[in-house]
């Protein structure tokens, strides 16, 4: 149980598109979900938590207009990397809250981004 | 001090010893703490977690708590190669957010 999907696995854009990446929850519900993002030898970031049918909640110095995140149903939560450039270029990475094992976060299998 | 800080190590252990990876952290952090492992390229799994004082075992891994010395701690009983990866230690902050160490590379020498 707990397995937490996302896709695409790997994305290649030129700069100035947008990218959409989507995380599903798979065998639970998760009205809460966190989206990461963690660049060469580092630690991940929090950049939000995502809140089924409410507005996402986004960390520090993270642009809520550049980084769209929705939370749609209790299983899926999309980020998309609006006007990406180089700097964009990361390993995002989500993940859901069992609600029924309380506090534990589950990953996802994590999305490189590339933008040319 | 930051919230939850662990060495970077690389911890260096010979294959069938116990490594030992410590994590301290700062009073922003709740009682709940978790530890998870991350392959290069690869997402993190969790391993284990822990929310009460004392130790905590599942097969080879034991977490152990120190709530009076904000301590938490893992320990791998008869590491494998295949254990060499990145350790992260995390706390909860409130909110439920997830507060990560920088994390400690551990490599077992065979």
């Known amino acids: 149980g707990a397995v937490v999907s996302q896709h695409p696995s790997r994305v290649i854009c030129k700069s100035g598109t947008s990218v959409k990446i989507e995380c599903r929850s798979l065998?639970?519900?998760?009205?809460?979900m966190f989206w990461y993002r963690q660049f060469p030898k580092q630690s991940l970031m929090l950049m939000a938590t995502?809140?089924?049918?409410?507005?996402?909640?986004?960390e520090q110095g993270v642009e809520k207009d550049k980084f769209l995140i929705n939370h749609a149903s209790l299983t899926l939560s999309t980020l998309t990397v609006t006007s990406a450039h180089p700097e964009d270029s990361s390993f995002y990475i989500c993940s859901a809250r069992d609600e029924l094992v309380v506090e534990t976060q589950y990953f996802g299998p994590g999305t490189r981004l590339l933008v040319l | 001090q930051k919230e939850v800080e662990q060495n970077s190590g690389p911890l260096s252990v010979p294959e069938g010893a116990i490594a030992s990876l410590n994590c301290t952290y700062s009073?922003?952090?709740?009682?709940?703490f978790f530890w998870y492992r991350q392959y290069s390229g690869k997402s993190p799994e969790l391993i284990m977690s822990?929310?009460?004082?004392g130790d905590k075992e599942d097969g080879r891994f034991t977490a152990q708590l120190n709530k009076a010395s904000q301590y938490v701690s893992l320990l791998i009983r008869d590491s494998q190669p295949s254990d060499s990866a990145t350790y992260l230690c995390a706390g909860m902050e409130y909110g439920n957010k997830l507060v990560f160490g920088a994390g400690t590379i551990l490599r077992v020498k065979s």
């Open positions: 009073d922003r952090v709740s009682q709940s």
């Open positions: 995502s809140n089924e049918g409410s507005k996402a909640t986004y």
């Open positions: 065998d639970f519900q998760a009205t809460t």
């Open positions: 822990i929310y009460s004082n």
